[in-house]
């Protein structure tokens, strides 16, 4: 799968809309790109996936670049309940067999009051 | 949506006991589960990989024999990390994915095993 590269931390003022980064240069045709959080001392939580086109949920919307090699995460609103580790994780689509996801460090996204 | 569960959320054991946690897909069918651990600061490291009605196939430098897994149904695997050791004290974190629908589905997380060995 490919690696990802994304920043080690950031700040977001509630209320405001976040945009976290992701790098995804070496990604190849069939590989989505997927969105996890983490908040402290919990399991990871699915966010949104996507594969060329931008995508949107209830959660949050993920748009990425035409050349597939990187894409952002925005969310919103924020709210200090989204503070949290946010991962960019590539994986292909093998159709059976091993889904397995690896874990980078992920971005620490800090909702400031 | 997809849900997960994990128990127990937090255990403590004495050093050389067994210890299981649960992983339970609750309104999902899964044939692949996924073990994880997560030592403090640390991103989620993968252990092993469950598989319904076969052996589970572990990562490198992740001992078989120490970390038993059993996945007898589409909707429970078990992990039981045997004769426990302080250096086992970790966050241990499954996995699952929906068996329905294709194979970009995302995997569902449980909350969390916290183990602490005195």
């Known amino acids: 799968d490919a690696k990802t590269t994304q920043p080690t931390s950031m700040d977001c003022a509630e209320g405001r809309a976040a945009n976290l980064p992701c790098n995804h240069s070496?990604?190849?045709?069939?590989?989505?790109v997927y969105w996890y959080r983490q908040i402290h001392s919990q399991g990871p939580q699915y966010i949104i996936h996507g594969l060329k086109n931008n995508e949107t949920n209830e959660m949050a919307s993920l748009i990425i670049t035409e050349d597939r090699k990187s894409s952002t995460l925005i969310l919103p609103h924020a709210t200090l309940r989204d503070t949290a580790v946010y991962y960019c994780i590539v994986r292909g689509y093998s159709g059976a067999g091993s889904y397995q996801l690896t874990f980078g460090k992920g971005t620490k996204l800090s909702v400031i009051p | 949506g997809a849900v997960v569960s994990q128990h127990p959320s937090w255990v403590i054991c004495k050093s050389g006991t067994s210890v299981k946690i649960e992983c339970r897909s609750l309104?999902?069918?899964?044939?692949?589960m996924f073990w994880y651990r997560q030592f403090p600061k640390q991103s989620l490291m993968l252990m092993a990989t469950s598989n319904e009605g076969s052996k589970a196939t572990y990562e490198q430098g992740v001992e078989k024999d120490k970390f038993l897994i059993n996945h007898a149904s589409l909707t429970l695997s078990t992990l039981t990390v045997t004769s426990a050791h302080p250096e086992d004290s970790s966050f241990y974190i499954c996995s699952a994915r929906d068996l329905a629908g294709g194979g970009n589905q995302p995997q569902h997380f449980g909350d969390g095993t916290r183990l602490s060995i005195l």
């Open positions: 070496t990604i190849s045709g069939n590989e989505y």
């Open positions: 309104d999902f069918q899964a044939t692949t």
